[in-house]
């Protein structure tokens, strides 16, 4: 992890240095606009991602006593009325792994959702958004089955301008397009490639010859890519336009 952290602040810093060119549109007077723009207009609006449940729920944890993950989301579910869907192998997976703390904790309401995650990436499983409306439906994935490998397909389309909406979910998987008039896409690709550390779950993207880049992976990585993303852009020389006569 501390290597990881390294590896992620040496590539901010020499991004913010300079490294990252201006975009070799700058003289152009009309930009393209945002090649995902057309899915935008279809994406439900902004809501509340998930519900807070009316009660808490006791995790059994230590040596013994511990449920399978598979029963954890079971009893999830029956407080949060989520519906979850797997695979035979994910099934399988989850039968036989467990949230793996070393001793009960008590989760309040609020922090069901985000702890509910953050065990499931523990045991390297992530979520799929399938069906918002009645009856909801998230899909469970195993990262190391074979289904695992269609994982970034699956990814739901989140327009950036919601992206806070998902920000503090860690299992989720997403994908968003941005446009960076002022850099340029292909070497932003190139260099933030660096950060994604699981290639089934994580891709950023350039779209050549858009001004924009795909990004990939977990809600939580993705808005901090976006992040870093928004003020480099900030940060670079707008581009010239273009002198008459």
Same mark, same amino acid.
């Given at each position: 992890?501390?290597?990881?952290?390294? *590896?992620?602040? +040496? &590539?901010?810093?020499?991004?913010?240095?300079?490294? %990252?060119?201006?975009?070799?549109?700058? @003289?152009?007077? !009309?930009?393209?606009?945002?090649?995902?723009?057309?899915?935008?207009?279809?994406?439900?609006?902004?809501?509340?991602?998930?519900?807070?449940?009316?009660?808490?729920?006791?995790?059994?944890?230590?040596?013994?006593?511990?449920?399978?993950?598979?029963?954890?989301?079971?009893?999830?579910?029956?407080?949060?009325?989520?519906?979850?869907?797997?695979?035979?192998?994910?099934?399988?997976?989850?039968?036989?792994?467990?949230?793996?703390?070393?001793?009960?904790?008590?989760?309040?309401?609020?922090?069901?959702?985000?702890?509910?995650?953050?065990?499931?990436?523990?045991? *390297?499983?992530? +979520? &799929?958004?399938?069906?918002?409306?009645?009856?909801? %439906?998230?899909?469970?994935?195993?990262? @190391?089955?074979? !289904?695992?490998?269609?994982?970034?397909?699956?990814?739901?389309?989140?327009?950036?301008?919601?992206?806070?909406?998902?920000?503090?979910?860690?299992?989720?998987?997403?994908?968003?397009?941005?446009?960076?008039?002022?850099?340029?896409?292909?070497?932003?690709?190139?260099?933030?490639?660096?950060?994604?550390?699981?290639?089934?779950?994580?891709?950023?993207?350039?779209?050549?010859?858009?001004?924009?880049?795909?990004?990939?992976?977990?809600?939580?990585?993705?808005?901090?890519?976006?992040?870093?993303?928004?003020?480099?852009?900030?940060?670079?020389?707008?581009?010239?336009?273009?002198?008459?006569?």
């Amino acid at each position: 992890m501390n290597r990881l952290r390294l *590896r992620r602040s +040496l &590539v901010c810093c020499a991004l913010f240095s300079g490294a %990252l060119a201006l975009s070799p549109h700058a @003289q152009t007077v !009309v930009s393209t606009p945002p090649v995902l723009d057309v899915l935008a207009v279809s994406a439900q609006e902004a809501a509340p991602l998930f519900a807070v449940p009316e009660t808490g729920m006791l995790i059994k944890g230590g040596p013994e006593g511990q449920l399978s993950l598979r029963a954890f989301l079971r009893e999830f579910g029956s407080i949060t009325g989520e519906t979850f869907l797997y695979d035979p192998e994910t099934a399988q997976l989850l039968d036989s792994a467990t949230p793996g703390l070393d001793r009960d904790i008590r989760v309040d309401a609020t922090d069901m959702y985000g702890v509910m995650q953050d065990l499931l990436v523990q045991n *390297r499983f992530v +979520l &799929v958004d399938v069906r918002r409306q009645a009856p909801r %439906l998230l899909r469970v994935v195993a990262v @190391q089955s074979r !289904v695992g490998q269609l994982l970034r397909g699956w990814a739901k389309f989140v327009p950036e301008d919601e992206l806070d909406a998902y920000a503090a979910n860690t299992a989720m998987l997403v994908t968003t397009s941005m446009h960076l008039p002022n850099l340029n896409e292909n070497d932003v690709s190139n260099r933030l490639r660096v950060l994604t550390v699981d290639n089934n779950l994580e891709r950023i993207t350039a779209v050549p010859g858009t001004q924009q880049v795909i990004l990939t992976g977990p809600a939580a990585q993705v808005g901090e890519w976006a992040r870093l993303l928004r003020e480099l852009n900030s940060r670079a020389t707008p581009p010239e336009e273009p002198k008459q006569g």
